[in-house]
């Protein structure tokens, strides 16, 4: 459906996007993650023909940005990370001048924000100017906007940034509702964000893509990264079982999470690749008088990875 070749953006000697090669298919959830600064905003603008790309092309259904920018922009809608609101218009005559802007007949207009208001939870506001809404739901007015002409694809550029925990879940429980029925691409640097609402995480860094795949895959492709096991001790003091567990041949590093007094402490370990380092670090701690409560290797969580793979990219 979406076909990015070669996506490039300058500004003056600065590449802020470098050669993105990307298709997404129909009906995807894709989460753009990265940290800040690293070209999210700048390839979404480029994608929604906000701004031309230096060099390379977007192409939405066999449809150019380059040549038919107007016609690939009816298929979207986009919500960027500062929602583009009127504050001082009603939400309704907002939403309704929107609708006339996208071309929606003025017979149709009720019933379209009718639907985006029940969508987007906006009943009791719609009466209420948009400057006096919380931010929650004047990214839900600007969700909303993004989606009254019905688009194909659905463009959000840090959709929940700055909103509360509460608000948060609701914004993506608004995103899974539309990803049910159209394509969805959204910017994050909200780790936890992307896995919770994405099928398939792109991460990009430095204007490059350096991984793309669904939160399993990325797993299985970072296998070697440095395994870690965490553990819990109980009656030993912090250097003393520092240094038991870095003469181990399988520990790197063993570093301090958290120690309460007179209870046990967490430690995590970082081990060298190759065999289950759990037997090596049991057996070196039962030769001690310390109470061992807990040893285990935690599933790789997309944090990890992320970190892994943009260490990577610096290096």
């Known amino acids: 459906m979406i076909n990015i070749k070669g996506l490039t953006k300058y500004y003056g000697d600065l590449c802020a996007v470098d050669r993105i090669e990307l298709d997404i298919a129909e009906g995807e959830i894709v989460g753009l993650l990265g940290p800040n600064g690293a070209g999210k905003t700048t390839t979404l603008r480029m994608l929604t023909g906000f701004i031309t790309p230096s060099r390379g092309d977007v192409v939405v259904n066999g449809l150019s940005i380059r040549s038919s920018a107007l016609d690939v922009k009816r298929l979207m809608g986009y919500l960027p990370e500062s929602a583009p609101l009127y504050p001082a218009m009603l939400a309704y005559d907002f939403l309704c001048f929107i609708a006339k802007m996208r071309g929606i007949e003025a017979s149709s207009r009720p019933r379209v924000i009718a639907q985006m208001a029940s969508l987007c939870g906006l009943e009791e506001v719609m009466h209420l100017p948009v400057g006096h809404l919380s931010k929650g739901l004047k ?15 659905l463009v959000l550029d840090e959709p929940t940034s700055g909103l509360d925990p509460n608000q948060i879940v609701e914004i993506r429980r608004i995103i899974k509702r539309i990803g049910a029925s159209k394509t969805v691409i959204l910017s994050t640097h909200i780790l ?18 350096i991984a793309d795949g669904s939160t399993e895959q990325l797993r299985n492709e970072t296998k070697a990264m440095a395994p870690t096991v965490r553990l819990e001790i109980e009656g030993a003091l912090w250097e003393n079982a520092r240094r038991l567990l870095e003469d181990l041949d399988v520990v790197e590093k063993a570093e301090l999470l958290e120690v309460s007094f007179p209870g046990p402490m967490k430690i995590e370990v970082t081990c060298t690749s190759g065999p289950d380092p759990r037997p090596a670090i049991y057996a070196a701690v039962k030769q001690t008088d310390w109470i061992l409560l807990e040893l285990r290797r935690p599933s790789q969580s997309l944090e990890a990875i992320f970190r892994h793979l943009t260490a990577e990219a610096i290096r």
């Not at 990214?139 to 694809?153: N, S, T």
């Not at 936890?192 to 893509?209: L, Q, T, Y």
């Open 139 to 153: 990214q839900r007015v600007g969700l909303a906007q993004a989606m009254l002409a019905d688009p194909e694809i």
């Open 192 to 209: 936890s964000e992307a896995e919770a609402a994405c099928d398939r995480i792109v991460i990009i860094d430095k204007g490059r893509i």
